[in-house]
């Protein structure tokens, strides 16, 4: 199918997204940790000084690796204006020409945003309501962002809602909250370095964040077989059989 496809499916079935957020760290360096640890796509926000470099470094040099970005903004005037004070911002616009796979945003998009650019890229905006969730799911987002609501995460996912929202939390995910939120409804997990890292020297190697990398996404893998059995089950199998597994809506 397409890289859309193939992006989406490499993001679902790692579950633990990382995000690269204003650590302070060498960018290179979590980059290489993160291809360490065996993951296959990564989600670089906007947030990072060295967004408008990274993000094209990336995709040039990590072709392979599929790419997220983060705290997008979808309406140009706002961005211009904001772009004042924060000089690495980039339009979605930009941020498409430059190839990446998806946009994230810790707020909504608009509709006609979400339409105009889900057919050939993740979309993953943040909902504050089970309509908000819905609304923007119709319109094509595939992914649905939320900030570690238990409650609103169990009622979009409960049986008067059919159980269609695709959820990817982040927000204090740390390895002691992701079972719970897991099986909340939660199908995907994203945390910051700033908290993956957290008590950790400023000096940290690369091999010191490949293992802690590996700490999230093993609890994650395990929390979701445990809730998920048949999508854990069907990762790395068949196309089709894949899809079939998943306990949400999708648009494939």
Not at 43 to 61: F, G, K, Q, S
Not at 69 to 96: F, M, Y
Request: with cysteine.
């Amino acid at each position: 199918m397409s890289r859309l496809f193939d992006a989406y499916r490499a993001f679902h079935e790692q579950g633990f997204v990382p995000i690269f957020v204003d650590s302070g760290l060498d960018s290179k360096m979590l980059v290489e940790a993160c291809v360490n640890a065996g993951m296959k796509g990564i989600e670089y926000t906007l947030r990072r000084p060295d967004a408008h470099e990274m993000i094209p470094w990336i995709r040039h040099n990590c072709p392979e690796l599929f790419l997220l970005a983060g705290s997008t903004l979808d309406d140009d005037r706002i961005l211009a204006q904001r772009k004042k004070l924060h000089p690495q911002l980039l339009s979605v616009a930009e941020l498409d020409a430059i190839g990446v796979d998806g946009f994230v945003s810790m707020i909504g998009w608009s509709m006609a945003s979400i339409r105009k650019y889900s057919p050939t890229r993740i979309i993953a905006p943040t909902a504050m309501t089970v309509t908000e969730a819905f609304q923007q799911t119709a319109a094509g987002a595939q992914l649905i962002k939320m900030m570690g609501d238990i409650a609103l995460i169990k009622r979009c996912r409960g049986d008067a809602a059919f159980g269609y929202c695709p959820i990817l939390v982040t927000g204090g995910q740390t390895p002691d909250k992701i079972p719970e939120t897991i099986a909340a409804g939660a199908v995907m997990i994203a945390s910051g370095f700033d908290l993956i890292l957290k008590g950790m020297p400023a000096d940290v190697t690369c091999t010191q964040v490949t293992d802690a990398l590996r700490i999230y996404m093993d609890t994650t893998r395990e929390a979701r077989a445990a809730c998920w059995p048949k999508m854990s089950a069907a990762i790395g199998g068949a196309q089709q059989e894949w899809l079939n597994a998943l306990p949400h809506y999708h648009p494939f």
